[in-house]
């Protein structure tokens, strides 16, 4: 191989680990949830910064106890807000069930969440940022318990 053409390969694998490396440096959006007289800021279970470039990060499940007329009130960053996201709330019994949601959002970087939404049972509220209006893989948790006394 000629010195030029393995000067011209160090410099192309040089910029496939770099963009590699910017990738994973990058700081994750994170959300802001309020409720039950809280303010969590929730870091992604996991983030996409593109199809090919996503990082999980740890699965810490923050939880709010509302009263049963309370609501949830979630915030994401102008970034998230603008691609646009949802939000699902899900029977812990079954996970596959899904109890209600917002469908797509894109214009608004809030959306309440109500106590009453699991029946009185502890439910997970999964926000999922999205990409051309389906889920990119960018998705926070928390976990919603009722008290049966108004907080």
């Not at 192309?12 to 800021?41: D, E, F, N, R, W």
Request: net charge positive; glycine share 10%; hydrophobic share 40%.
């Amino acid at each position: 191989m000629s010195r030029s053409r393995r000067a011209a390969a160090a410099v192309a694998g040089a910029a496939a680990i770099s963009s590699l490396l910017t990738a994973c440096q990058k700081p994750t959006p994170q959300v802001t949830v309020l409720g039950g007289g809280k303010v969590v800021t929730i870091s992604p279970s996991t983030y996409c910064f593109d199809s090919t470039h996503c990082r999980a990060g740890k699965l810490e499940l923050p939880s709010f106890t509302l009263g049963p007329d309370d609501k949830v009130m979630i915030d994401v960053p102008s970034a998230v807000a603008d691609r646009g996201w949802q939000v699902e709330a899900l029977s812990l019994a079954d996970i596959n069930k899904v109890l209600g949601g917002s469908g797509p959002i894109s214009g608004s970087h809030s959306f309440r969440v109500a106590s009453n939404t699991g029946n009185g049972d502890p439910f997970l509220v999964r926000v999922d940022e999205l990409h051309r209006g389906k889920p990119d893989g960018s998705a926070w948790s928390f976990v919603v318990t009722v008290s049966q006394t108004k907080t």
